[in-house]
């Protein structure tokens, strides 16, 4: 297919690339009032920028449709991380292939004298990281005296991530005359100032409108316990499995965390994070496209730059930072007109803020349950019906090794072994403590809490003890589901809450351990009673059901160091205070203190 004003051996790749027409952003890049001008474009991740900018700057680059012998480059391409980086190399190597430009790619991480080297033997198209490639033109090993289009793709990343002054530095060394073309998903006041400063005349071009960046992709969420998020992932990932599958976690250490106990149950998985050097993640991505693994666990390192062409489930493990961060995660499938699955895993008390999310990326999201044990198995037997009917050639030792087997085996009995070493390469699907499809109640008195067991918890409102921080605590801490907890009391210096019988042993069980960073310092005790025969109790046994010791809150007992854990500071003097009731810590989430230092005074739900 011939495609207009695009190069003739551009047109080639294309072709041969099975492209059989051009994405908005492609289109709109080569239309006539772009040629030559400089570009302020707006467009979603996974609509073809890479191959649009590389479109639009084949005039700068080939000269009379062939490449020039310069040896300065003639275009510079400026990308935010490593990853992004080696995609839009590789991208552009095939497209400008046919015409032998040569490309130097300069990231951190790599052999720096070996990216010298290439630089003096002459490169046409040069892309790197802002670090890298000002840490070479400070040395002299990149001349851009000679540059005719400088390209800076992912801009508003490049700022997010503080590279204001590497960028500076470098466009200040390029020519007056060359074309700066800003490619940026969203248009900040930032990224305004910088087209201002270093573009003359720019055309403002944005397919955000046609191309969502999302159309391929089916957006799911399913709410769970937080007890319950591993156990999700397991059940996600065997009820899709899918060729490939990426799960996002926010810190290295989640990463660490999932991928060894993926490892364990049985998945071929491997990790991407900024811990790894450029080459273990080399052959993690390589890994993944000869199918050696089929799961990646990844922080958002692997959000922009990475391009699986069998990538079709995308899960985050944990929430994005915001509605663009999202985009740019579940971009990763979807890509180049395959369809995609992107699934959010949404702890209960995080489900507004995700409704808020899908909301401000315009994104419709189907509400789903958590895929169940039955669900899996359902889903197996579909599976290996399909494979173990599908057509195959076999071989004349097979079918006498089939025979042998018939000698001493019924058929009946062979079938079912065969199931079963299908079986067996599969992990194990978990039992969810509850399947997200519930609501809380509202009312207190609910069926099943008639015999429930009163529990009590060593914060109340001196704390800012809430149950918006409490509820959760306890499904983490307890090992058990919102269902599973009835009415949560709060008085001055302690919390009671009734669980459900069928859920006291299992609660009992897991709160005897050793509470997470997090909440260490949160006690969780059966009480004698409900609150009002625990007051009565606590009166007659001479204790003062009221007033806390100090090491129970988290504080130094000796008073001359910060609290324990990390869920409570301190209202006094540094080290814990000296006032009656000691360091009034409270959690980090919880209401502020008055501004005149009063405790607050919260009224109902008080024990008597």
């Known amino acids: 297919m011939t495609f207009q004003n695009i190069p003739p051996l551009l047109d080639e790749a294309l072709t041969a690339r099975g492209y059989t027409a051009l994405t908005p952003v492609q289109t709109a890049v080569i239309a006539d009032e772009a040629v030559g001008r400089d570009l302020v474009v707006s467009a979603q991740t996974g609509s073809g920028k890479t191959v649009a900018f590389g479109l639009a700057m084949a005039p700068q680059i080939l000269d009379g449709g062939l490449v020039s012998l310069a040896r300065e480059p003639a275009a510079l391409i400026i990308a935010p991380t490593r990853e992004l980086a080696l995609q839009v190399s590789r991208e552009l190597m095939w497209l400008y292939a046919k015409a032998g430009v040569r490309i130097a790619t300069c990231v951190g991480g790599m052999d720096a004298s070996k990216e010298r080297r290439t630089l003096n033997q002459g490169a046409q198209i040069v892309v790197g990281t802002p670090g890298r490639l000002r840490d070479h033109l400070e040395r002299g090993a ?360 069928a859920a006291v042993a299992k609660f009992t069980k897991a709160i005897a351990q050793p509470g997470h960073d997090e909440d260490n310092d949160v006690e969780i005790v059966q009480a004698n009673g409900p609150p009002r025969e625990a007051a009565r109790e606590n009166k007659r046994m001479g204790r003062d059901g009221d007033r806390p010791q100090r090491s129970q809150l988290g504080v130094n007992p000796r008073g001359d160091g910060p609290p324990r854990g990390g869920n409570f500071r301190s209202d006094g003097p540094r080290g814990g205070g000296s006032s009656r009731d000691g360091a009034r810590p409270f959690r980090k989430d919880g209401p502020p203190p008055s501004k005149h230092g009063v405790k607050h005074k919260a009224k109902g739900n008080r024990p008597r």
């Open 142 to 501: 990149l001349d851009l005296s000679a540059l005719k289009v400088a390209i800076l793709d992912e801009a508003d990343e490049m700022l997010d991530m503080g590279f204001r002054e590497e960028l500076e530095e470098i466009l200040n060394a390029t020519p007056e005359g060359r074309r700066t073309l800003l490619f940026s998903a969203t248009m900040p006041k930032p990224i305004v100032s910088l087209a201002k400063r270093y573009q003359q005349d720019a055309l403002r071009i944005s397919t955000v409108g046609e191309d969502r960046g999302h159309g391929d992709i089916s957006y799911q969420v399913c709410t769970v316990a937080p007890p319950d998020i591993e156990n999700a992932v397991v059940n996600l990932l065997r009820l899709h499995e899918a060729e490939t599958a990426i799960l996002f976690c926010a810190t290295r250490e989640n990463v660490r965390r999932l991928h060894a106990s993926l490892t364990e149950r049985g998945f071929n998985v491997v990790a991407l994070s900024g811990e790894h050097s450029q080459s273990e993640r080399n052959q993690a991505l390589q890994a993944l496209r000869d199918q050696r693994a089929r799961v990646c666990v990844a922080t958002d390192v692997a959000a922009r730059g990475i391009d699986l062409p069998n990538l079709s489930l995308v899960v985050h493990v944990e929430l994005p930072r915001d509605a663009e961060g999202l985009q740019h995660r579940s971009g990763r499938t979807g890509r180049a007109g395959r369809k995609g699955t992107a699934v959010l895993i949404v702890p209960y008390q995080r489900r507004k803020r995700v409704e808020s999310m899908l909301r401000g990326a315009k994104i419709e999201a189907d509400w789903i349950k958590v895929p169940t044990a039955a669900d899996i198995r359902a889903k197996d037997h579909d599976r290996l019906l399909e494979t173990l009917l599908a057509p195959v050639e076999v071989e004349d030792e097979d079918r006498a090794l089939g025979a042998k087997l018939l000698e001493t085996m019924s058929p009946e009995d062979i079938a079912a072994a065969l199931v079963r070493v299908h079986r067996a390469k599969m992990p194990q699907a978990e039992d969810m403590l509850d399947d997200g499809s519930r609501e809380r109640p509202r009312d207190d008195h609910r069926a099943g809490f008639d015999d429930s067991v009163w529990f009590k918890l060593n914060v109340g409102r001196r704390n800012n003890a809430d149950p918006k921080w409490i509820l959760p605590l306890l499904c983490r801490r307890g090992g058990v589901t919102k269902n599973d907890i009835g009415a949560i009391r709060i008085a001055a210096n302690e919390t009671h809450v009734g669980i459900a019988a």
